[in-house]
């Protein structure tokens, strides 16, 4: 049985940090192309980050310079380093899974793309 375990939310300030990992069970995350994804209450589902299995990365705009997505396939496990967190990052982050078919710029912001997912994570920005 394929899953994904997202952790590491929470509630910081605003500049603050915090680091989610996404851990398979049931398949090998390098072989895939892992995205984070999130969700705040009344918005549609957007691509954060991906990373290929030949690790190439993508990264949508408004996180750019602030957030690093990085793959430990020791662990299988992806991480989301988020700095300089802002009240506008609040959403529930998930991670997903899915065959990579084209290039992570192409994929990353549709979540179609992406068959397995993770149950998410609440990160909350608040002063």
């Known amino acids: 049985q394929l899953q994904l375990v997202e952790s590491g939310g929470g509630l910081v300030q605003p500049g603050g940090s915090l680091r989610l990992s996404c851990v398979a069970f049931?398949?090998?995350?390098?072989?895939?192309?892992i995205g984070w994804f999130r969700q705040a209450p009344g918005k549609e589902r957007e691509g954060v980050s991906c990373?290929?299995?030949?690790?190439?990365?993508y990264y949508t705009d408004s996180v750019k310079g602030r957030f690093t997505i990085s793959r430990d396939n020791a662990k299988n496990t992806v991480h989301l380093e988020m700095n300089s967190l802002k009240l506008e990052d609040t959403a529930v982050y998930y991670c997903?899974?899915?065959?990579?078919?084209?290039?992570?710029?192409?994929?990353?912001?549709?979540?179609?793309?992406?068959?397995?997912w993770g149950q998410g994570t609440q990160v909350t920005i608040s002063s």
């Open positions: 049931g398949f090998t995350l390098e072989h895939f192309i």
């Open positions: 997903a899974a899915g065959i990579l078919t084209s290039t992570v710029e192409f994929m990353c912001p549709t979540r179609r793309y992406f068959g397995s």
């Open positions: 990373i290929s299995h030949s690790d190439g990365t």
